[in-house]
């Protein structure tokens, strides 16, 4: 991970695992994170899971309301990032 890494992220990532609802993470993350975070989190995951089905970056923009700069943001990460993105779809592709 690139990113920093310490306690207190740690502690986060564990309560994070420690939900066990749609629900449940509908209130902590209504709690910890203001509703432009909560948004702008999960369009990143809308602009990942099209830029895997290969849609180009006008069209993902324009379908998310995402700028092209996250969208272009979010494609360096599913190319050199730490495979979080293809780790979750792939997980997701799973419960379906």
């Known amino acids: 991970m690139g990113k920093p890494r310490n306690k207190e992220i740690d502690n986060f990532f564990k309560a994070v695992l420690s939900l ?3 629900e449940e993470c509908y209130s902590f993350f209504g709690d910890i994170c203001t509703e432009k975070e909560l948004i702008d989190i999960s369009q990143r995951l809308e602009v990942a899971r099209l830029l895997r089905q290969k849609m180009n970056y006008l069209e993902i923009s324009k379908q ?3 700028s092209t700069t996250t969208v272009s ?3 360096k ?3 050199y ?3 979080g993105y293809a780790l979750v779809f792939e997980r997701l592709k799973n419960e379906s």
Request: hydrophobic residues 25%; charged residues 20%; without cysteine.
């Open 77 to 79: 990460s599913l190319t």
């Open 73 to 75: 943001r979010v494609n």
């Open 64 to 66: 998310t309301g995402a």
């Open 20 to 22: 066990e609802s749609i």
């Open 81 to 83: 990032g730490n495979d």
